[in-house]
């Protein structure tokens, strides 16, 4: 068990995510006693116990704070200001975000098309040490790869930028990169500019999912704009309605005699 919560530490000391954490722990156990099934070992998998962490009250802008952020990024506007707007604009991923060149947006479809994402990657060295490394590669999921349709605005927005090559990144307008935890950086130095708290990259898309609510957005549609596999995924994770929708539901029940 020693060897077990050594691991589940070195874990949290890599800053994985809860549920891969959980994943990764639900493997475990399961290989665990699979092999004191066959004899194999007296398993410590039985004992195993896989940690709940209570949920996160997510940050939504309200409209108020969405209208000063949008105001600030586009007062001279720069590609990372540009590429942090087309985020909250079509509720694209940090990854994906990072990993997103020119060539991947199609004026003349006004489609933006994903089919890569960016991560710092822990892996192990030749000294039995560890390193961190940036990693382009294929999204999280099949549902990941997708063409997000692009709104009037958006497309305006990617015609006052256009003009790098298809090989620059959105965020810099180079062949250069520019890696997660760096954009992270800028979007709290903005946020901190126009007085917001508790704003990081996350928050750009929960809200996006919902205003994409408010206005009536088909969840199935929105689901395979995010990337989702599945529509709960979009229900339980990202769509907080606001409570002036919910004021506004409530109000339809007294039409209704209640």
């Known amino acids: 068990m020693q060897v077990i919560e050594a691991f589940v530490q070195s874990m949290l000391e890599q800053g994985l995510a809860s549920k891969t954490r959980r994943d990764i722990l639900t493997v475990l156990r399961s290989i665990l006693i699979y092999a004191a099934g066959q004899g194999w070992a007296v398993s410590p998998g039985l004992y195993i116990r896989i940690p709940r962490e209570p949920r996160k009250l997510i940050r939504v802008l309200s409209r108020e704070e969405q209208d000063r952020l949008v105001s600030f990024l586009r007062r001279d506007m720069d590609c990372c200001k540009f590429g942090t707007l087309l985020a909250l604009l ?13 060539g991947n947006i199609y004026m003349e479809q006004r489609v933006i098309f994903i089919d890569a994402t960016m991560q710092r990657l822990r892996v192990l060295d030749g000294d039995g040490g560890s390193r961190t490394h940036v990693v382009v590669g294929s999204p999280k999921s099949d549902a990941a790869v997708r063409a997000i349709p692009m709104s009037e605005s958006v497309s305006d927005l990617c015609r006052q930028m256009e003009g790098c090559g298809p090989d620059c990144y959105v965020l810099t307008g180079t062949e250069r990169y520019m890696e997660p935890r760096v954009v992270q950086l800028r979007i709290k130095k903005f946020a901190d500019l126009c007085g917001l708290e508790g704003v990081h990259f996350h928050t750009l898309r929960h809200t996006f999912a919902t205003r994409s609510v408010e206005v009536g957005f088909e ?36 039409q209704a005699g209640l």
């Open 90 to 102: 079509t509720g694209m991923r940090l990854g994906e975000l990072c990993a997103l060149r020119w």
């Open 219 to 254: 969840l199935k549609s929105l689901s395979e704009v995010l990337g989702h596999s599945d529509t709960s995924i979009t229900l339980n994770r990202y769509v907080h309605a606001s409570m002036d929708l919910k004021r506004s539901n409530m109000n339809k029940l007294s």
